[in-house]
Nanobody, 125 residues
Framework: LQLEESGGGSVQAEGSLRLSCVSS????????LGWFRQAPGKEREGVAF??????RYADSVKGRFSISQGNAENELHLEMKNLKPEDTSMYYC?????????????????????WGQGTQVSVSS
């Protein structure tokens, strides 16, 4: 499974961006999918998850970010509104097989097998 993100950029605070993640090889319909971000010097953190009939958000992005799968089975999106400077990070989409037991929950990056290369989001105050 190969994933590729797009849609990052530079915006001012309170602006919006829409990230996309596309699989060029397989349908994403059988995978559980997450969006993660990592700022320089910080650990990678999960921000949104979709799969197993659940959607989850990190507390820091609740009410501002929305994860969705596109009409095509190989697309994943992250709608980001009211962006803040602290949202500045490299954003990654990730995939793992659904239906398995994952002890770390939806936001443990070590439990994802497939990753994109990332897209940079920069928010200025």
């Amino acid at each position: 499974l190969q994933l590729e993100e797009s849609g990052g950029g530079s915006v001012q605070a309170e602006g919006s961006l829409r990230l996309s993640c596309v699989s060029s090889t397989y349908s994403l319909s059988t995978f559980c999918l997450g969006w993660f971000r990592q700022a320089p010097g910080k650990e990678r953190e999960g921000v949104a998850f979709i799969g197993d009939s659940r959607i989850r958000y990190a507390d820091s992005v609740k009410g501002r970010f929305s994860i969705s799968q596109g009409n095509a089975e190989n697309e994943l999106h992250l709608e980001m509104k009211n962006l803040k400077p602290e949202d500045t990070s490299m954003y990654y989409c990730a995939a793992r097989r659904c239906g398995a037991w994952y002890s770390g929950g939806p936001f443990d990056p070590t439990e994802y097998q497939y990753w994109g290369q990332g897209t940079q989001v920069s928010v200025s105050s």
